[in-house]
């Protein structure tokens, strides 16, 4: 039976450190959906569209991995697909609580639903997209964190350029 993860996360913008857990997690699973979730919340600095589309370029070279747009509950998705496995990275201790919270309440909502823990590399540790966001707006250069593709498209957003 093929296994069949989702990603989910909100990759604002995608790094190098979502990579590493993607390709680890290729090795695990045989099909991977990321699911790019909206966060009406949270003042993304790419649109949902935005990050939809510059991950699906990211990621256009791997087999079997495909991309798509998150904007009610991952749990319900989940069952819509029949899809059991939830991918997640984990860095420092500090993602600890808040991964275990959202494992543990997926959890709850269906008992059948299993989140697998992935450890980045050592190197992108302490990498995130918010750490990104923030060297990017103070004209730092983001080349060690994000392809260049990414990085191109910050800086035109940073311009106040759409960027799908
Ligand atoms: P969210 O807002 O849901 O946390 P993110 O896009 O920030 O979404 O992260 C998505 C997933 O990728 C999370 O499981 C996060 O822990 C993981 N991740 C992000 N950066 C790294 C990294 N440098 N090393 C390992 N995992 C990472």
Known sequence: MNKVAVYPGTFDPITYGHLDILEMG?????????????????????????????????????????????????????????????????????????????????SELDSEIVTVFLPGKHEHLFLSSSIVREVAIHGGDVSKFVPEYVKHKIELKLRGKTCL
């Open 26 to 106: 290729c090795k695990i699973f045989d099909e991977i959906i990321i699911c790019i979730a909206e966060r009406a919340e949270k003042n993304t600095l790419f649109t949902l569209e935005e990050r939809v589309s510059t991950v699906s370029y990211i990621v256009k070279d791997f087999d079997n991995v495909s991309v798509e747009p998150l904007t009610g509950l991952l749990v319900k998705r989940m069952e819509m697909g029949g899809i059991k496995f939830i991918l997640r990275g984990l860095r420092a201790v500090s993602d600890f609580d808040y991964e275990l919270q959202m494992a543990l309440t997926n």
